[in-house]
T-cell receptor, first 118, second 116 residues
């Protein structure tokens, strides 16, 4: 199976602009999660989508949003970019399932999108 | 709230020697624990996980981890380190029975440097 793919791999934007990042999960996976990685804050959970619905959300401002399509592909949008949004944005996919069930699985991460805000 | 602590920013070890990367966690209920490795300019690669069962978990590339409930620890180990093991290692926890979902809480990461 092909792994998780993220596009674009690198992106340079200026303050105030908006950006959309894309993630294609492993075939058959229904859960897509997004994480932000920065040297100062480390890896932080942004949100998770499962079957086109946001299932979990981290502590990020409303400028950060996402969505998931019927084919499980997900997009993440950041509006009104700030310098502090410069980061590696990682997407992770997993089959899904509930926390109380037996289908718990590790998440498989994509290579990330490196966003630089100037 | 759940949290993970990796007390060492960097661990240095000579090739061929055993290595240990430490991780302690805090979570309500039973934990679901992971180790991931990150090479430069790459995403995270899964190494191993603990859900339930044996306290010693074996994973990829010869790595293993020992779950200790009383000490709330999940240390990563390898009997004989390789230079190619040099990378950034992350411990993560996901609480069970949180109503569903895949929210992982990561530690700050430990840079492993294996020298000849």
């Amino acid at each position: 199976k092909a792994g998780v793919t993220q596009t674009p791999r690198y992106l340079i934007k200026t303050r105030g602009q908006q950006v959309t990042l894309s993630c294609s999960p492993i075939s058959g996976h229904r859960s897509v999660s997004w994480y932000q990685q920065t040297p100062g804050q480390g890896l932080q959970f942004l949100f998770e989508y499962f079957s086109e619905t946001q299932r979990n959300k981290g502590n990020f401002p409303g400028r950060f949003s996402g969505r998931q399509f019927s084919n499980s592909r997900s997009e993440m949008n950041v509006s009104t970019l700030e310098l502090g949004d410069s980061a590696l944005y990682l997407c992770a996919s997993s089959p899904g399932g509930t926390s109380g069930g037996l289908k718990l699985s590790e998440q498989f991460f994509g290579p990330g999108t490196r966003l630089t805000v100037l | 709230a759940q949290s993970v602590a990796q007390p060492e920013d960097q661990v240095n070890v000579a090739e061929g020697n055993p290595l240990t990367v430490k991780c302690t966690y805090s979570v309500s209920g039973n934990p679901y624990l992971f180790w991931y490795v990150q090479y430069p300019n790459r995403g995270l690669q899964f190494l191993l996980k603990y859900i339930t069962g044996d306290n010693l978990v074996k994973g990829s590339y010869g790595f293993e981890a020992e779950f200790n409930k009383s000490q709330t620890s999940f240390h990563l180990k390898k009997p004989s380190a390789l230079v190619s093991d040099s990378a950034l290692y992350f411990c993560a926890v996901r609480a069970l029975f949180t109503g569903g979902g895949n929210k992982l809480t990561f530690g700050t990461g430990t840079q492993l440097k294996v020298e000849l």
